[in-house]
């Protein structure tokens, strides 16, 4: 039998994906998948640390046969590994590890995002500044977590001291953002949190100041400005 | 203009006041000279890579992902308490 050029890309494309097929194109389905696997495991790094490699390869090979990549950058596959690990049966004893999963490609996308000069609001006069909404530079990332997020992460990045973690700890806010080298976060209050939100959505600082001090009534916008530019989390006024 | 915009003003104006003097103090110390624009891809997300075993195209895991089930056992051992789940 001949197959046209396009049948038989086609044919070979499912086959890959995991149809039929036999003998020697296992080798490449095997070799896309200990790829993706291998790119999932460096993307959500802190999940892997977590269940450990022989529950994270299986639950990857999960993930990858509800889909391939769809775009060719592997440090952009896995975007929605965070809402199948939720439903994921075999995790179910880990309620926590969908937030490690955002966490993670957060950081991810962050780590890969063009990092920008911070916008100089120094020289915004401060009335105008309080009128004005700000745009969060690339990769700024809000996660939120019922969970102690960022000391569940602590423990389980290599070399961390022994010790536990309490998951009833309290919640978590954190803002996920990017370094000259690196991508990393910080712990936010309510009113922080809340602050960064409103203005993620477009809104002007002092609404954003008001949504926090509804939250937090002693919600220091002095505090939480100074400690978000020390971020860069501005990347400029929007106009 | 209000009395809330007033406090609100003053307080970004002296959270950028701290900020103007950390940075300067970033400046005497020498600027970086080196900055990536992009984030380097970690190990794994490179390219398509060829595992050692990969060859062995009939690896029998790959093919039966459900005939065994994986129990958590990384770091996840130490997060305690929670509530329980039914």
């Avoid at chain 2, 950390?22 to 080196?34: D, L, N, P, W």
């Amino acid at each position: 039998m001949t197959l046209a050029l396009r049948e038989w890309q086609a044919t070979f494309a499912a086959q890959l994906a995991g149809g039929g097929g036999e003998g020697r194109l296992a080798i490449h389905r095997h070799n896309i998948s200990s790829s993706l696997i291998r790119s999932l495991g460096a993307t959500l790094s802190t999940v892997r640390a977590l269940v450990g490699e022989e529950f994270f390869r299986q639950a990857a090979q999960a993930f990858i046969s509800r889909g391939l990549p769809t775009q060719p950058v592997l440090a952009e596959y896995g975007a929605d590994f965070a809402g199948f690990i939720e439903a994921y049966p075999s995790a179910e004893s880990l309620p926590y590890l969908a937030d490690v999963a955002r966490l993670d490609w957060a950081l991810n996308v962050a780590f890969h995002s063009p990092r920008l000069e911070a916008a100089d609001l120094s020289a915004v006069p401060p009335e105008r500044l309080a009128a004005s909404a700000l745009v969060l530079a690339p990769g700024v990332a809000l996660v939120r977590s019922a969970y102690p997020l960022d000391r569940i992460w602590a423990v389980s990045q290599p070399g961390a001291p022994e010790g536990t973690v309490d998951l009833d700890g309290g919640a978590a806010r954190l803002l996920v953002h990017r370094r000259a080298d690196d991508a990393t976060f910080i712990a936010l209050g309510e009113g922080e949190a809340a602050f960064v939100e409103v203005l993620g959505e477009g809104q002007v600082v002092e609404v954003a100041a008001g949504a926090a001090l509804a939250v937090e009534p002693a919600f220091d916008l002095t505090a939480a400005f100074a400690r978000l530019l020390a971020c860069e989390v501005f990347a400029a006024l929007r106009q | 203009m209000t009395p809330t915009r007033i406090a609100i003003a003053a307080a970004l104006a002296s959270a950028l006041a701290g900020t103007v003097a950390i940075s300067e103090r970033a400046e005497a110390q020498g600027k970086m000279t080196v900055e990536k624009c992009y984030g380097v891809s970690k190990a794994g997300q490179n390219d398509c890579q060829t595992d050692n075993s990969s060859c062995a195209g009939t690896s029998k895991k790959d093919n039966q992902p459900d005939a065994w089930i994986a129990v958590p056992k990384g770091t996840c051992q130490k997060i305690v308490g929670g509530m329980v789940k039914s």
